[in-house]
Every structure is written in C-alpha cells, then in structure tokens.
C-alpha cells in the first residue's frame, strides 16, 4: 500500500490525550464550532492503559491529519489502512497500544457527522470504543475445531465504517437507513510456519424502530452480503474446514451460532464465534436464511444473508423496524517465509432495504384525492477498503 507525502501542517488540528489522563476534552478544529469551555464527559476508562496514545481529528481535513499522524508509527503498526478509501469521513479516531516489542496495535474508528451525528455524540462513541480497546486481552489461549490449542494475539480493531441512505416518504418525510462495519483481529503461528489471522466483522444493517415510522410509512432489512477478498494470494489463502460458515441454512431463532469450535483461555475470554442475528435477540418470530458462496476457494469468500422475516398470524412479513447484525469469520493463512507475515485483504459490505408507504394525497394531477401506495427494494452505498495485517514483531526500523 503506497502511503502519499502530505505536507500540511498537523498543529493546531490536533485533539491530543492518552487514556489515562483525559478528564476532559475540549473539540478543536471543529466545523461544528462548539465553544472552548464545553467538556465533552467520555466514558469511564479501564485501569492500567497509561501505554495508550489517543487522538482524534475533526473536520473536512480530518483525513489528511489522521494519516500524517500515523506515518511516525507506520512501520510498527499491526494494522494498515489506505486513509484515502474512507472519503466521507469527517471523524477519525486513533487509538494506538504499545506493546512489549515495540509494534503498536491500533483502533480505527471513522465518523461522518449528519442531523442526528455531531463531534460531541461522536467522540463519545470513540472514546467509549477507545476504552472497550484498552481491556480488550493481548492475548487468549484457543483451540480451533480439533486442531490444537494456539496462543493468539490481539491486532487491532476498525470501527464505524458507515454509508447511509435518504428515504423520502409520500408525505415528503426523511427516513434514514445505514450500512456499517467494522472488524477485529488476531493472529497466530502454527508448527509448520505459517502465520494465521482471524478475521472477525461485525456487519449491521439498521432501520428504525417502529415506533418511530411516520405515518403509514414502514422499513426493513432486506439483505446484507460481505465479501472478503486476499489480495496477495502468491502468499496467502483462506482457509478451509470448521473454521468459518460453510454452504447453506436457516434460522428459527434471532440469533443463530455457525459451528466454529474455539477453546477458552484460562481467564475465559474466548476468541468471538461467528454468528448472525437481529439485534433484539429476545424477539420471537424473526427468521433467516444463510449461504456462503467460495467464489474462488483460496481467495475470495462471500456471506448472504436473506429472507429476513417476522412470522405472523397469517404468513410472514418483512422483519420490520429491526436491526440485522452478522459476524463472519474468515481465516487467512500466510505461508512461511512471506516478507514480514504480511496478509492483505480487501473487504466489502452491501445492505439491502426494504420499504412500504401509503399516504392519501390530493392535487389537480390526481383529478381530487387519491391513495397513493408504494413498495420499493433500496441499496445502502456499498463499503469496501483494504487491510494489511502483521503479527506483532513487524518492526521494520
């Protein structure tokens, strides 16, 4: 991944702290110009993260500042980004965490400010984020399957990739639907030299609740599809077996577990199991349906899930006003003797939509008063960006 000279200034739109000394942070470089004596409260952050870098950058140049910020770290980072791919961000969190080889285990997080987002509720979310990353175990002890039992080590974490979509109703209100991922992940060595890194995505498609539908308007998830792809395939692959959801099924049940085996270290903290479902897991009546697609074997993989229905009295509905989350789970297998373990991988994120709206409407071309209604299938703006993984001796100074 080539990585451009920027030659604008950093001071100045720099918002500057560590995790263990943030009382309070004041938003420079805001474009929503919030006054200097206004304190954003963050979240309480775990005990022990005074390793912990934190900055924030806000704004239309928010981008540029955040990728200059991270070239003095880029060549002891486990996790790379192309800055240039997350264009519509106008929020970019950074956390960095030092570890004992010197290499930095980096959150990502990325924002876009709309009516409902400001810098405030955004830097709340990351510091929340940044204080989730900072108790987050470097490492956990797992069996995958039957395979033995690995020591794997945490890398780092992206958040809140989001697109969203403008749905205009017949009475001419505004409904918003987004589409948003993010990812963590873990590597490990195997016995014949080969490094393993475990992709874990947290994909969501949201719509509103229900209760807050107007009018006779109504919206639900239709369809969400990701797709990973290894882009340095002459030296790395997916793998195969128990590892990730294989072929096809269904659900009875909001959440449902595909079959990943994954031991638990001694503290039980496991590494995360694939799995999909709505978001109200306690919801009875909500369905779906799932099939994985190895659309090349070795380098690409693609998850669908669809059919997402509520089960009514008379047939099913669409599961309206509900949130559809899935966690896939890809395992990508680096051989021996690769330039610093590298993996590369492209990921993709697409979410489909489905709404219904009447409305009685009046006007000369209608010749009076009519009811108007309407049924209508809408795509969220696709996510796709690419990651560079490395285990965490990567040091190339």
Same mark, same amino acid.
């Given at each position: 991944m080539k990585w451009r000279s920027l030659l604008a200034v950093l001071l100045g739109l720099l918002m500057v702290g560590t995790l263990g000394d943030i009382p309070n942070i004041a938003v420079t470089g805001?474009?929503?110009n919030l006054s200097t004596d206004k304190n954003i409260q963050v979240p309480i952050l775990p005990p022990n993260t005074g390793n912990i870098i934190v900055k924030t950058f806000t704004g239309k140049s928010s981008l540029r500042s955040a990728e200059l910020f991270i070239q003095r770290y880029q060549d002891k980072l486990t996790l790379r980004i192309d800055f240039d791919e997350f264009n519509n961000a106008t929020f970019v969190g950074i956390a960095l965490r030092r570890l004992p080889t010197g290499a930095y285990v980096p959150l990502y997080y990325f924002g876009q400010e709309d009516r409902n987002l400001d810098v405030e509720t955004l830097t709340r979310s990351f510091y929340s984020e940044a204080s989730k990353f900072g108790d987050v175990p470097l490492e956990v002890t797992g069996a995958l399957a039957d395979e033995p039992s690995r020591n794997w080590k945490y890398i780092g974490g992206i958040r809140s990739i989001r697109t969203s979509l403008e749905i205009k109703t017949l009475k001419k209100d505004t409904v918003m639907v987004y589409n948003e991922i993010g990812g963590d992940f873990w590597v490990t060595s195997s016995t014949s030299g080969q490094y393993v890194y475990y992709v874990y995505l947290t994909h969501e498609a949201k719509v509103p609740k229900e209760k807050d539908f107007p009018g006779n308007f109504k919206v639900a998830v239709k369809e969400v599809k990701e797709r990973v792809t290894v882009l340095n395939t002459q030296h790395a692959f997916i793998g195969l077996g128990n590892f990730r959801p294989e072929g096809s099924g269904s659900s009875s049940n909001p959440v449902i577990t595909w079959g990943l085996n994954v031991g638990i270290d001694v503290n039980g903290r496991?590494?995360?199991? @694939?799995? @999909?479902? &709505?978001?109200?897991?306690? *919801?009875?009546?909500? *369905? &779906?349906?799932?099939? *994985?697609?190895?659309?090349?074997?070795?380098s690409e993989i693609q998850f669908e899930f669809y059919d997402?229905?509520?089960?009514?009295?008379f047939g099913d509905s669409p599961a309206w006003g509900q949130i559809f989350i899935s966690h896939p789970v890809v395992l990508v297998h680096v051989e021996s003797g690769t330039p610093f373990h590298e993996g590369d991988i492209r990921i993709q994120a697409k979410s489909t939509f489905f709404y219904e709206d009447s409305a009685r409407v009046c006007g000369l071309r209608y010749g009076g008063c009519v009811i108007l209604h309407e049924e209508k299938s809408v795509d969220a703006p696709p996510i796709e960006f690419t990651v560079e993984m490395y285990p965490w001796f990567i040091n190339r100074k």
């Open positions: 805001s474009p929503m496991p590494l995360p199991n @694939a799995q @999909a479902g &709505f978001s109200e897991s306690y *919801t009875k009546g909500l *369905t &779906f349906k799932w099939y *994985t697609d190895d659309i090349d074997p070795n997402l229905k509520k089960r009514e009295w």
